[in-house]
């Protein structure tokens, strides 16, 4: 099983996860063309997508959607208030009505030879979900746009092989920041994004010791630095209460907009 980060940032996301059979993106918030480009450094063409599994509706999510979706007949799955919130949008253009597959939080789902689990998260957007994709005793996790996580949020992302996590500003650089007041507090908010200090502090919850690697993305470009992001995880997981140091974790920070190197799972 493969995962990658074609883009993630707060300029656009989409994630790459699959097995030898099955491929399928983690929103598209990018062009179609770096879609493509993306797919391609992974050797996969367009035409070999079995599914895109949408987060929510935010364009950052969704701005190149609709030319994927449209060019090559990719099944999209999202919850009910996602695909109502799409059908409202202009940016994403037509999309035809059989391409959506309504799915729900915390009912599995499968796409070929891969078992799909969405989970709620705390966004201020229609129904947001994250998602688990888990091929054979192999599982990943992608999880950002969340405000705070709790119980829930932890349980769900507990036992995974290696996980995308949201590490999206450091609450400094936000608060001296440009951005306007009601910006920040949205952002701060509990249905905003998770600072660096809360995506460690949600790390150290459910670290395991077959945790393989961590990447660190939607890093926000006004508000975060990448080598912030990395100490300040890396701090939180050494200090917290755990029995692990950052070192015991292969970490990466997702480029903003490059693709990260291929995590591969075996
Ligand atoms: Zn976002
Ligand atoms: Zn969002």
């Not at 999880?143 to 932890?154: E, P, S």
């Not at 926000?220 to 701090?235: D, F, G, I």
Request: hydrophobic share 40%; proline share 3%; net charge negative.
């Amino acid at each position: 099983m493969r995962l990658c980060s074609i883009a993630s940032g707060s300029s656009g996301n989409c994630i790459y996860a699959g097995s030898d059979a099955t491929h399928i993106l983690v929103d598209v918030g990018i062009s179609g063309k770096r879609v493509e480009m993306g797919l391609a450094k992974l050797g996969i063409a367009g035409s070999e997508l079995d599914g895109i599994l949408i987060t929510h509706e935010h364009a950052d999510h969704v701005s190149g959607l609709g030319v994927i979706a449209r060019k090559y007949g990719v099944p999209i799955y999202a919850t009910r208030g996602t695909i109502n919130a799409l059908r409202r949008m202009n940016g994403t253009g037509k999309l035809e009505d059989d391409l959506f597959h309504e799915i729900h939080e915390d009912e599995k789902f499968t796409i070929k030879d891969l078992v799909i689990a969405p989970m709620q998260i705390s966004h201020d957007a229609a129904q947001p979900v994250a998602y688990r994709i888990a091929y054979g005793d192999k599982r990943v996790g992608i999880c950002t746009d969340l405000g705070c996580y709790n119980d829930y949020t932890a349980e769900c992302l507990k036992g995974m092989d290696a996980l995308l996590i949201e590490a999206n500003h450091d609450v400094n650089m936000l608060q001296v920041g440009p951005y306007p007041y009601y910006l920040k507090q949205r952002i701060l908010g509990d249905r905003g994004h998770l600072s660096n200090e809360n995506s460690g502090r949600l790390l150290s919850r459910i670290l395991h010791d077959k945790l393989q690697t961590i990447l660190l993305g939607h890093l926000s470009k006004e508000n975060n630095l990448p080598e912030l992001a990395y100490e300040a995880v890396r701090m939180e997981i050494t200090m917290g209460d755990n029995p692990y140091r950052a070192d015991d974790f292969r970490m990466l920070v997702a480029p903003r907009s490059e693709m990260s190197p291929i995590v591969e799972l075996l």
